[in-house]
Nanobody
Framework: QVELVESGGGPVQAGGSLRVSCTASGDTFTDYIMAWFSQSPGGERQFVGVINRPGDSTRYEDSLKGRFTISRDNTKNTVYLQMNNLKPEDTAVYYC?????????????????WGQGTQVSVSS
């Protein structure tokens, strides 16, 4: 089992950048695929991106390619989400999630472990 804690959210102006982090504890971090999801008020949890265990392969929601980048530092048990050129519609709670294995899934229900989320608010 792995525990996840996000940090780094906050307010930002449109066009700005923000990096959120997710630090894992408990089980062996490199056994887990790590993903980011977002959830707007009243909305469903949406796939943002996912990174494989070594950190050399990623997959993103098509509409976010080029603005959002996922990376991980396995020496720090941490995964990052770098968000650039932020837009008001990016406002959401951002969650990291983990699943054991190798498949880079975009489906929330395939992830058994979740952090508490961090709020990102983009103002125009």
């Amino acid at each position: 089992q792995v525990e996840l804690v996000e940090s780094g959210g906050g307010p930002v102006q449109a066009g700005g950048s923000l990096r959120v982090s997710c630090t894992a504890s408990g089980d062996t971090f490199t056994d887990y695929i790590m993903a980011w999801f977002s959830q707007s008020p009243g909305g469903e949890r949406q796939f943002v991106g996912v990174i494989n265990r070594p950190g050399d392969s990623t997959r993103y929601e098509d509409s976010l390619k080029g603005r959002f980048t996922i990376s991980r530092d396995n020496t720090k048990n941490t995964v990052y989400l770098q968000m650039n050129n932020l837009k008001p519609e990016d406002t959401a709670v951002y969650y990291c999630a983990a699943r054991y294995g190798t498949v880079l899934s975009a489906v929330p229900s395939n992830y058994p472990y979740w952090g508490q989320g961090t709020q990102v608010s983009v103002s125009s």
